[in-house]
């Protein structure tokens, strides 16, 4: 009694996170022109939102593959364990972005995208369980090459690790991809 107990209170608990604010900090360019100078020296123009994006998405998937080996361990936020939510919780947080903490909860968030429009940072959400009708897995997308998407999960039996969403388990237990970047 006791164990579910204690397992219920650290479920509430890891539950209880909720979306915050994201903070994010951006540099500005400034571009001197001499007088008769007939050169652009100005930096290639991205649209800001692009330029964000594709930086953001890069810092937070370069946080999530520094744990790529770890095991898997339920609640784990850390090098020691890390579950698939945990993951995906602590490379955002890294990054300054602040988003819930299990995996049902991030499905509520962000833009639905179709598979053929995944960009890298988008995140993957799965059920594998066959008795759940609930979102209980989610993955970030690393990257896109055609239509192979490899994203970065934690999986019980062997950790945090890189797969393709074109292997027949992951491939039928998706259910959706939303975009947060």
Known sequence: MLRKTIILLLFLAISAC????????YS???????????????PEKKSKKEGRTN?????????ALSYSGT???????????????????VSLKE??????????QMAMEGQKVRVKEVQKGDLLYFQTSKSGKRINHVGLVVDVDGDDIK??????????L???LREGYWNSAFVKAMRIL
Not at 55 to 63: H, L, Q
Not at 95 to 104: A, E, K, L
């Open 18 to 25: 909720g979306p915050g604010k994201k903070r994010r900090t």
């Open 151 to 160: 994203f970065i999960h934690a999986t019980t039996s062997r950790g945090v």
């Open 71 to 89: 095991r898997y361990k339920y609640g784990g936020t850390t090098k020691k364990g890390m579950d698939c939510s945990g993951l995906v919780y």
């Open 95 to 104: 990054n300054d972005i602040m988003f819930p903490r299990t995996s049902y």
């Open 55 to 63: 930086e953001t998405a890069d810092a937070v998937i370069s946080s």
């Open 28 to 42: 500005k360019t400034r571009t001197v022109t001499v007088e008769g100078s007939t050169t652009d020296t100005s």
């Open 162 to 164: 890189v797969s393709s």
